[in-house]
């Protein structure tokens, strides 16, 4: 059975300093990994995927994530935090042997303060 | 997302009544997904379709039903609503596997 883990409920960093929200994974075959945003009272939002390729993916908002197959993680990843960037971050695979739904990590609280 | 609506956004109501929640999208997505919020638990998929009147259960099933009649209309109900089932509601939609789903903006439901 295919499974994500986002080891941290909440992370707080600085304005200006560089940040990660950590995902790892468990899936049978070839992942397909997705990053998503949550603000209040709103639904999800897609940041960026990893389907195949070059293992370093850019998203929106200047969101990046690298896909570690060997540790099994697809960390996201922000040069320079933003107060706007301060939401509810979820982690998301899906295995395609396995079949296609989509399971969600339990999320991670980004707080960056000014 | 500008192209799925869901209705009502807000609901509350008693234990033991049957409560229908509505996903509409201009999208024309095939697949479309029902989940809940819950605090620690992520997003759990409760019900999903494939195609008009194609559906299938997710991991947390028990106590609702779902019914596609149309590509763009997926209904959520519970027969018979619990305190259990409060939660935040989400619908989604995919055009293809490999591509994101999209969500939108929720139900926030309470049932007393």
């Known amino acids: 059975a295919q499974s994500v883990a986002q080891p941290e409920d909440q992370v707080n960093v600085a304005e200006g300093n560089p940040l990660t929200v950590k995902c790892t994974y468990s899936v049978s075959g070839n992942p397909y990994l997705f990053w998503y945003v949550q603000y209040p009272n709103r639904g999800l939002q897609f940041l960026l995927k990893y389907i195949t390729g070059d293992n370093l993916v850019k998203g929106s908002y200047g969101f990046e994530a690298e896909f570690n197959k060997s540790q099994t993680s697809f960390h996201l990843k922000k040069p320079s935090a933003l107060v706007s960037d301060s939401a509810l971050y979820f982690c998301a695979v899906r295995d395609p042997i396995a079949g296609n739904m989509l399971t969600f990590g339990g999320g991670t609280r980004l707080m960056v303060k000014p | 997302d500008a192209g799925i609506t869901q209705s009502p956004r807000h609901k509350v109501t008693e234990t033991g009544t049957p409560v229908t929640l509505r996903c509409h999208q201009t999208?024309?997505?095939?697949?479309m997904y029902w989940y809940r919020q819950d605090p620690g638990h992520g997003l759990r998929l409760i019900h999903y379709?494939?195609?008009?009147?194609?559906?299938d259960k997710g991991e947390v099933s028990d106590g609702y039903s779902v019914s596609r009649s149309k590509t763009e209309d997926f209904l959520l109900t519970l027969e018979s609503a619990t305190s259990s089932q409060t939660s935040v509601y989400f619908c989604a939609t995919l055009d293809s596997y490999n591509q994101p789903q999209h969500f939108g903006d929720g139900t926030r439901l309470s049932i007393l």
């Open positions: 999208e024309n997505h095939r697949y």
């Open positions: 379709s494939y195609g008009v009147k194609d559906t």
